[in-house]
């Protein structure tokens, strides 16, 4: 496959190009590997934090909110919607405050707010407390766009298709744990009554796996304070130990383990650029329309499966139990990990731009495949229950998980482009000064997307359900529209390459 320009050249490890747009054919430049393991186990937090509470949370949701089966997901919606736009609002200021203030502070905060509201939300006891928690716990969580730039400052565009793949491993990793102990500590008291005998498990059933996961975020605090380098050009506060001559290749200065890129910041790197500045750049504007689209399909399908799961299988769902709900979310990120460990190979062998493409094209087929399992559950379901508990101790079959599996895969195949959006943002930012603020425009993008997303396509999915339009299917209808869409908004990227 032919591109107007080298995505990847052939002993490059990604895209190059010097100011006359000639390719720069590089070694990659070693990486320092303890300063990513420690922004990579900071990043970790965020994701077992975020998912830990999928597996019980429309169990939770019906309880506080007096709801049934598929009529959960009005409420749920609204619920993830409200973390959604905190996020939104969150995510650019956290991304401009980092660019001024350092990421390191940002970091600090935002991972301390986490643990917080993550301990709270066990103890909510009222659907309007569940709500308020994640309005609040959403302004936390938009520290992604400062760690994001951090893992952007100890890479650079020779070893970034490993650098960034790793991270997005360990984010998949997270929803692996995270799912894990969701399911397997909430209600403690039921599971283990000889251990459990205070009283506080049985009133509050979920506070257990919060618990947990609030303290994986305060360790996550205390790396940042203790161990994690700041690595904002304009507050490293180093001399370099040596200056490069004009002729040097920057990019192949020798790191140790520990330290940042030694080499002397130029102007780009210490004045950022203006919002309206970076909006001005062609490329940057199509890349923030992708991660938007991306950002829409990812948390929509995040949100219908596990409301399709936990639906009793006469509206259309798989009648899982919170149990079985963790295991496949645990798989799906359990999935994740290889495929990610395949992109710098993918990258180096199709290109950037074509993983990305087919990364969008996933989706499509990920959304078409959806109803198909709960028909597979229904064929192999002897009996329908009016509700979903009263389904919850009812066998799966193979064939069931089979086809839960594949949807899973495909959709894993669809968040590689996570991975690439992050790398086409560093790309495209001029100056590391600003990756702060481009990275928080990609996230705002996606954090638009995502507020709006979830609450559509849950409260499509209760009134196509309930209502049994299109089979109990036009919610899907609707997602392939959004996802078709999002193939286009990538494909448009292609055209702005050369800038």
């Given at each position: 496959?032919?591109?107007?320009?080298?995505d990847t050249p052939d002993d490059a490890t990604v895209d190059g190009f010097g100011e006359s747009g000639s390719v720069r054919k590089t070694e990659p430049t070693p990486l320092p590997k303890i300063q990513l393991a420690v922004i990579?186990?900071?990043?970790?937090?965020?994701?077992?934090?975020?998912?830990?509470?999928?597996?019980?949370?429309?169990?939770?949701?019906?309880?506080?909110?007096?709801?049934?089966?598929?009529?959960?997901?009005?409420?749920?919606?609204?619920?993830?919607?409200?973390?959604?736009?905190?996020?939104?609002?969150?995510?650019?200021?956290?991304?401009?405050?980092?660019?001024?203030?350092?990421?390191?502070?940002?970091?600090?905060?935002?991972?301390?707010?986490?643990?917080?509201?993550?301990?709270?939300?066990?103890?909510?006891?009222?659907?309007?407390?569940?709500?308020?928690?994640?309005?609040?716990?959403?302004?936390?969580?938009?520290?992604?766009?400062?760690?994001?730039?951090?893992?952007?400052?100890?890479?650079?565009?020779?070893?970034?298709?490993?650098?960034?793949?790793?991270?997005?491993?360990?984010?998949?990793?997270?929803?692996?744990?995270?799912?894990?102990?969701?399911?397997?500590?909430?209600?403690?008291?039921?599971?283990?009554?000889?251990?459990?005998?205070?009283?506080?498990?049985?009133?509050?059933?979920?506070?257990?796996?919060?618990?947990?996961?609030?303290?994986?975020?305060?360790?996550?605090?205390?790396?940042?304070?203790?161990?994690?380098?700041?690595t904002l050009p304009s507050k490293r506060g180093h001399k370099p130990k040596r200056m490069l001559e004009p002729e040097e290749d920057p990019l192949i200065v020798p790191l140790s383990d520990a330290t940042i890129i030694d080499v002397?910041?130029?102007?780009?790197?210490?004045?950022?650029?203006?919002?309206?500045?970076?909006?001005?750049?062609?490329?940057?504007?199509?890349?923030?329309?992708?991660?938007?689209?991306?950002?829409?399909?990812?948390?929509?399908?995040?949100?219908?499966?596990?409301?399709?799961?936990?639906?009793?299988?006469?509206?259309?769902?798989?009648?899982?139990?919170?149990?079985?709900?963790?295991?496949?979310?645990?798989?799906?990120?359990?999935?994740?990990?290889?495929?990610?460990?395949?992109?710098?190979?993918?990258?180096?062998?199709?290109?950037?731009?074509?993983?990305?493409?087919?990364?969008?094209?996933?989706?499509?087929?990920?959304?078409?495949?959806?109803?198909?399992?709960?028909?597979?559950?229904?064929?192999?379901?002897?009996?329908?229950?009016?509700?979903?508990?009263?389904?919850?101790?009812?066998?799966?079959?193979?064939?069931?998980?089979?086809?839960?599996?594949?949807?899973?895969?495909?959709?894993?195949?669809?968040?590689?482009?996570?991975?690439?959006?992050?790398?086409?943002?560093?790309?495209?930012?001029?100056?590391?000064?600003?990756?702060?603020?481009?990275?928080?425009?990609?996230?705002?993008?996606?954090?638009?997307?995502?507020?709006?997303?979830?609450?559509?396509?849950?409260?499509?999915?209760?009134?196509?359900?309930?209502?049994?339009?299109?089979?109990?299917?036009?919610?899907?209808?609707?997602?392939?529209?959004?996802?078709?869409?999002?193939?286009?908004?990538?494909?448009?990227?292609?055209?702005?390459?050369?800038?």
């Amino acid at each position: 496959m032919s591109y107007p320009y080298p995505d990847t050249p052939d002993d490059a490890t990604v895209d190059g190009f010097g100011e006359s747009g000639s390719v720069r054919k590089t070694e990659p430049t070693p990486l320092p590997k303890i300063q990513l393991a420690v922004i990579y186990a900071i990043k970790l937090t965020l994701p077992i934090a975020l998912s830990q509470s999928i597996p019980y949370y429309n169990v939770l949701i019906e309880k506080l909110a007096a709801s049934e089966g598929a009529v959960t997901g009005y409420y749920s919606g609204l619920a993830n919607g409200a973390f959604s736009v905190s996020r939104l609002v969150a995510t650019f200021l956290w991304g401009y405050v980092s660019d001024s203030r350092g990421r390191i502070p940002v970091i600090i905060l935002g991972t301390t707010g986490t643990a917080l509201f993550t301990l709270l939300f066990g103890l909510s006891q009222t659907f309007s407390a569940v709500l308020v928690n994640r309005l609040l716990a959403g302004l936390f969580y938009g520290i992604t766009g400062a760690i994001h730039s951090v893992v952007g400052e100890l890479s650079d565009e020779t070893n970034q298709s490993i650098a960034f793949p790793l991270y997005d491993i360990i984010s998949a990793l997270g929803y692996v744990v995270g799912p894990m102990i969701g399911g397997t500590l909430a209600e403690p008291a039921k599971k283990w009554p000889n251990l459990f005998t205070n009283p506080v498990w049985t009133s509050y059933p979920y506070l257990l796996p919060c618990l947990v996961s609030a303290a994986i975020s305060i360790g996550a605090t205390l790396l940042t304070v203790f161990v994690l380098e700041e690595t904002l050009p304009s507050k490293r506060g180093h001399k370099p130990k040596r200056m490069l001559e004009p002729e040097e290749d920057p990019l192949i200065v020798p790191l140790s383990d520990a330290t940042i890129i030694d080499v002397v910041p130029n102007v780009a790197d210490l004045q950022p650029l203006s919002v309206r500045e970076l909006l001005s750049i062609p490329v940057l504007r199509a890349v923030f329309t992708a991660s938007g689209a991306l950002g829409f399909a990812g948390a929509c399908f995040n949100d219908t499966f596990v409301l399709m799961a936990y639906t009793p299988l006469h509206q259309g769902g798989l009648a899982f139990s919170p149990a079985q709900i963790g295991r496949a979310l645990a798989v799906m990120g359990a999935v994740s990990i290889p495929l990610k460990l395949c992109m710098p190979m993918l990258l180096r062998r199709f290109g950037t731009l074509a993983v990305f493409d087919f990364s969008m094209l996933a989706w499509i087929v990920t959304f078409a495949s959806m109803p198909l399992a709960s028909l597979v559950a229904q064929q192999a379901t002897t009996s329908t229950f009016a509700r979903a508990d009263e389904e919850t101790s009812r066998s799966t079959s193979v064939g069931e998980w089979t086809m839960v599996g594949f949807i899973l895969f495909l959709s894993r195949l669809g968040c590689l482009a996570f991975s690439i959006i992050m790398i086409l943002t560093r790309d495209h930012t001029p100056g590391s000064a600003s990756l702060g603020t481009a990275n928080g425009l990609s996230e705002l993008a996606q954090s638009l997307a995502m507020a709006v997303g979830p609450t559509i396509a849950s409260s499509l999915f209760a009134f196509s359900a309930s209502k049994h339009i299109l089979g109990g299917h036009l919610w899907v209808v609707f997602m392939l529209l959004e996802v078709a869409f999002g193939s286009w908004t990538a494909r448009r990227i292609r055209k702005y390459r050369n800038d």
